[in-house]
């Protein structure tokens, strides 16, 4: 069986699960964001008319973590987080994470770094991204909010369907200069933008098993721009290591022996080792080009975060590139960092101090302007180029602009040009 | 017979459907004053009542791609629309067969704004060009979501009380 059938018969207490069966397994991890206003009010229909008080399953396995937009930008929006925070001491709901310097951050970011995420779980979250958390050799996968509600009063999801799962083979040292952004953007533009479609992506190779827990992340993040129900990083001693080490989980962690015999539907193999950074054009995230290709392309804002690459390693990056210059006169430059403690380790280590020197703008941890709701929206006409993970029109919050998606290292050296340049040099 | 009121192509994300800066508004009594908000002529319409209950829109391939935001799918339950697709991405599918929207998987289907269409058991025909397209069923577990008017009414039906049942339906 693929590490996903694996994971959904030992959740659904079958021995065996084949593609296309459908199953209900037990959920390990159910998180939301401030969508949980809406989950809370499908829940309670739920329950209306049974004579039975609204509870949930088990509130040690629900997360909810404020970030779409944080501080609230709105009274709308500051209205619902109250009403979930009062949900959330009434159900006494562990694993909620307010907007503070101490505990906040992006949802993906702060289940992985809080040692929430486990090999073999099954992991559902009402926000399309929850795929990022498959880089723990979990199976996790995006549902709506009323499917949530679902979650919340028994404990599994419905009618689940095995997917099929497609193998992606990656090989190769990555070249200076090349990044897990670009393994991902190239290989959403090898198979297309529904070319993962009801399946899961199970990554493998060497370059995988190279890959430190951020690359994982970035990886299994942008599954879901190719259609993928889950992106998968079969678990390891790296994975492992971070658990213990970043997260501090003392706690036993079981990494399952990869199991020989199981059935891909198809593999595609990506060539790391001859890779060039990419860049996702507008307005699908299947636009994807080599940077050589869109070199000097005006930009008016580069962003820097996301649940995608807003790591410490991505300011590292950031910081390394435009230490010592300033960016570009006609450009602004927005970073924000994916959790409060990834904020806090870059502030120490003078990351923040270099990139605000160079004019950059560093913002509080969140989702900032990924979705366009809160900071940073574009004027008509105006071109972003981002380190997030979405480019249609619309997006950043306005339909007439366009957004380029990219590395960090491509984000940073076009800061400093103003064009997108490629950061090779 | 249902008419055809809105035709769009391939990919349509839940960021044109539902733009994200309207993600503030859950309740599905509200949203649907938001759906297509940057398809303003189309909006327009909707919001002036000018859109028959029932009409139809018409997709290409992975229609409700990207974001997981259900107010993608109560925008369009609200005018009671109907959402004749080449196929649709698996979350939007999902939120739509939750809360009724009627949603049918045609892989086929080909047909103009203005065109009348009849959707019956099977197949989907175009009254105005005489076409008939294949409709691909819903798997039988999300059909009996539908069944029941939509997953709050199938869960509740597993929470009643009954005396001697077990919880599980
Ligand atoms: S950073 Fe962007 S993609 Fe990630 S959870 Fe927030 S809005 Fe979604």
Known sequence: MTIAQKILARASGRPHVAVGDVVEPAVDLAMSHENAALVINQFAGMFEGTSREPRVWDPERIAIVFDHRVPAESAKTATNQKRVREFVRQQGIAKFHDIRGDEGGICHQILAESGYDRPGAVIVGTDSHTTTHGAFGAFAFGIGATEMAAVWALGRVLNVEVPATIKVVVRGALPRGVEPKDVVL????????????????????????????????????????????????????????????????????????????????????????????????????????????????????????????????????????????????????????????????????????????????????????CLGVHQGALGDGEVALSTTNRNFKGRMGNPKADVYLCSPAVAAASALTGVITDPRG | MPTVVFVLGDDVSTDAIYPGRFMATVLPSETPQHAFADHTAFNAKLRAGEVPPGSVIVAGQNFGCGSSREQAASCLRGPDLTVVARGFARIFLQNAINLGLRTIICPEVEASEGDELEIEAGEVINRATGKRFEIVPLPAARQAIVDAGGLIPFVRQSLMPKPGASMRR
């Open chain 1, 186 to 369: 190239r290989l959403i533009g090898q198979i297309g933008a529904e070319g993962a479609n009801y399946r899961v992506l199970e990554f493998h190779g060497d370059t995988i098993a190279r890959l430190p827990m951020s690359g994982r992340l970035v990886l299994c993040n942008m599954a879901v721009e190719a259609g993928a129900t889950s992106g998968i990083v079969p678990a390891d001693e790296v994975t492992l290591h971070y658990l213990r080490a970043e997260c501090g989980v003392t706690d036993p962690v079981e990494i399952a022996p990869p199991g020989g015999g199981a059935e891909y539907e198809r593999v595609v193999e990506v060539d790391a080792g001859n890779l060039a950074p990419q860049v996702a054009c507008p307005h699908t995230v299947d636009r994807v080009k080599p940077v050589t290709d869109v070199a000097g392309t005006r930009v008016d804002q580069i962003v820097i975060g996301s649940c995608t690459n807003g790591r410490l390693d991505d300011l590292e990056t950031a910081a390394t590139i435009v230490a010592g210059h300033h960016i570009a006169r006609d450009v602004r430059m927005l970073v924000f960092p994916a959790s409060w403690r990834i904020y806090r380790e870059a502030m120490r280590r003078g990351y923040l101090e270099t990139l605000t020197h160079a004019g950059a703008v560093v913002m509080n941890p969140g989702c900032g302007c």
